[in-house]
Structure formats: C-alpha cells, structure tokens
C-alpha cells in the first residue's frame, strides 16, 4: 500500500484515494474532502492498516535484500563463522581428504552445497511467511473497515455477514500495492451494474441485503405489525341466572334452531 494518509488529510477529489479508502473521507465544506480522522473509528482503522503497510513493506524490503546478498550460514558453523573462514575449513579438509587418498571429496562436496542451498530456501521461506501474516493482517482490516461500515448502513448484522463477505473478497498485489476487490464464485472480478467500475464492499452488501439467502441477516424495514386492527373482545355472555325474560327466549329460539339444522 504506497497511499499514505498523512499526506492526504485534505483533497480535492477521492479519485486520488484507492477505492478502498474513501470510506474515511467526508466532504469538507468547499468541494474537497477531508480525512475523518475526528471519528474514533476512522482514526483507528487507519492507524492500524498504516501500521499494517509500514511492517509489510518493510518486510518485503528485507526478503528482497535477503535474495539477493544474505545466506544463513548456521548449518556450517563448525567450518566457521563467515564464507571466509568456511572456504578455508573447507579448503583444508579437502587436503586432509586427498592425503588420505581424495576418499569421499567429491561426496562432502556435494553435502556442503545441499546444505548452504537447504540454509538459504530456509531461511527464505521464513521471511515469506512473515509477508504473508502482515499481508493477510492487513487483507482483513481493509475489508473488516468498509464492511462493517457499509453493513452497519444496512442494519446487517456484523458478526454473522462478516465470513459471507469476506469470501466473496479477494486481494491482489498490483505494483507494490495490495488491492481487494469482489469475485464472484469462479474468482474472476466483479463489476458495478451502475458505474462500470470495479463492484465495491458496499455495493456487495447492498446487494446481500437483496438477496433471499442473506437477506434473513438483516433487520427488516417494514414497519412492526400487521397494520390490521385489532380485533375487538368478545362480550361475556351473562350467566343463565342473570338473563332477561327476553333474552331467554331468544336463547331458547336459538337453541331450536340448532337442534333442527
């Protein structure tokens, strides 16, 4: 991630923010916008991902470094220290070999270079984890930043969308930079129906919320009830003892009516 945003606290427009980042941005009241840094939130989450970058550039500066000049030399401390002093002990127990006859030159020859080479790819694969964690720690918190943000909008439910949301999310390095974007389920790239551009984390949760699978994970904005009105209680009838002269021969009436029917 070569953005830094300290150098980018106010701008004139967020086509100079990675996609990603212009969720921190608000407008600043003249046609620019600003950095929310006010927000708690904001400012965390930017601290965290500056962070983040800072420790995996900085690894991968250290791994590029280690290809080219660096080579563990612990698995041949006891020829020596440096390549200086291994040449040497090397040197020297080859001549021991050849006064002996050159007896099993050739094979310590060749155990001296598998292991220098076992050394290095040692050596290299552990600086490449490394990479990967940072890579993957700040993987998460770009997409965690925008996401709860835009599932938050959309009265999701965080801790449930968050594991939909992020499979549906993929980072790529491109020139130095790390960029996520939304794939679909072949992890090919998808794009905005609307813009044309690259589908964001916001419009995957908009859609999300559309959608009848996912949809259950989100508050419903219909209003509450069934807009019917509340039906009215049924009046207790009076016991036999209480009923009017007229009222017992209705009930009588009815009474015969039902006993015919």
Same mark, same amino acid.
Do not use: C
């Given at each position: 991630m070569? @953005? #830094?945003?300290?150098? !980018?606290q106010?701008?004139?427009?967020?086509?100079t923010?990675p996609e990603?980042?212009?969720v /921190?941005?608000?407008?600043?009241?003249?046609?620019?916008? +600003?950095?929310?840094s006010?927000?708690p939130?904001v400012s965390a989450?930017?601290?965290?991902? $500056?962070?983040l970058? #800072?420790?995996? #550039?900085?690894?991968r $500066?250290?791994?590029?470094?280690?290809?080219?000049?660096?080579?563990d030399? $612990? =698995?041949?401390?006891?020829?020596g220290?440096?390549p200086?002093?291994?040449?040497?002990?090397?040197?020297?127990?080859?001549?021991?070999?050849?006064? &002996?006859?050159?007896?099993?030159a050739?094979g310590?020859?060749? +155990?001296?270079r598998?292991?220098m080479?076992?050394a290095?790819q040692t050596?290299? &694969?552990?600086?490449?984890s490394a990479?990967?964690g940072l890579r993957?720690?700040?993987?998460?918190q770009?997409?965690?930043?925008?996401a709860?943000?835009a599932i938050?909008?959309?009265?999701g439910?965080?801790?449930l969308?968050?594991? @939909?949301v992020?499979?549906?999310? !993929?980072a790529?390095d491109e020139?130095?930079q790390?960029?996520?974007?939304?794939?679909?389920? !072949?992890g090919d790239?998808?794009y905005?129906g *609307? $813009?044309g !551009?690259p589908?964001?984390?916001s419009?995957l949760? *908009?859609e999300m919320k559309?959608?009848?699978?996912?949809?259950?994970? /989100?508050d419903?904005?219909?209003?509450?009830?069934?807009?019917?009105? =509340?039906?009215q209680?049924?009046?207790?009838q009076? =016991?036999?003892?209480?009923l009017s002269s007229v009222?017992?021969?209705?009930?009588?009436l009815? &009474?015969?009516?039902?006993?015919?029917?």
């Amino acid at each position: 991630m070569k @953005f #830094n945003f300290a150098d !980018n606290q106010e701008i004139e427009s967020l086509d100079t923010v990675p996609e990603n980042f212009r969720v /921190f941005y608000g407008e600043n009241g003249s046609g620019g916008h +600003r950095l929310r840094s006010d927000d708690p939130v904001v400012s965390a989450a930017v601290a965290t991902i $500056s962070g983040l970058a #800072n420790s995996l #550039n900085a690894a991968r $500066s250290d791994a590029d470094k280690a290809k080219r000049t660096q080579v563990d030399l $612990s =698995p041949l401390s006891e020829y020596g220290e440096n390549p200086e002093s291994i040449l040497e002990a090397f040197k020297a127990r080859l001549a021991e070999q050849a006064k &002996a006859g050159g007896k099993d030159a050739a094979g310590e020859l060749q +155990r001296l270079r598998e292991e220098m080479t076992k050394a290095n790819q040692t050596a290299l &694969a552990e600086r490449e984890s490394a990479i990967q964690g940072l890579r993957d720690q700040l993987f998460t918190q770009m997409v965690d930043s925008e996401a709860v943000r835009a599932i938050s909008e959309q009265r999701g439910i965080s801790e449930l969308l968050m594991p @939909f949301v992020r499979q549906q999310v !993929n980072a790529v390095d491109e020139d130095g930079q790390l960029r996520v974007y939304v794939v679909d389920e !072949n992890g090919d790239r998808r794009y905005s129906g *609307t $813009s044309g !551009n690259p589908m964001s984390i916001s419009e995957l949760v *908009t859609e999300m919320k559309g959608n009848a699978k996912y949809g259950r994970l /989100f508050d419903s904005e219909a209003p509450r009830g069934t807009g019917m009105a =509340p039906s009215q209680p049924r009046r207790a009838q009076p =016991p036999a003892a209480e009923l009017s002269s007229v009222q017992k021969i209705q009930a009588g009436l009815t &009474a015969q009516r039902l006993g015919r029917g």
